[in-house]
């Protein structure tokens, strides 16, 4: 009997001016690398928009290193700042 793998969460998060596609560009860079997209929560706050996006990367064609490299190049061309690390880190970084 196959060992069941332990999940490996991640945590997008996504601040920046609204302009369209961003939800798109991120959700294809993810499908591309083999990432399940788990929960999604987005607001427009006035002209900002704000994401918090988290992902499944336990059977990911990419690493941790390589899609965090591709996120930080997609937040350059978009003009938004992206961050991408690890549920336990994310955590441990917003605990109360």
Do not use: P, W
């Amino acid at each position: 009997m196959a060992k069941k793998k332990t999940r490996q969460i991640c945590i997008v998060t996504v601040t920046g001016i609204d302009k369209v596609g961003i939800i798109a560009k991120i959700s294809t860079l993810m499908a591309k690398a083999n990432v399940n997209i788990i929960d999604v929560s987005q607001r427009i706050m006035e002209a900002y928009f704000v994401m918090t996006m988290a992902c499944d990367i336990t059977d990911a064609t990419a690493d941790i290193d390589k899609l965090h490299k591709q996120l930080g190049r997609l937040g350059k061309d978009m003009d938004l700042n992206i961050t991408f690390q690890h549920e336990n880190i994310f955590k441990m970084m917003h605990r109360v």
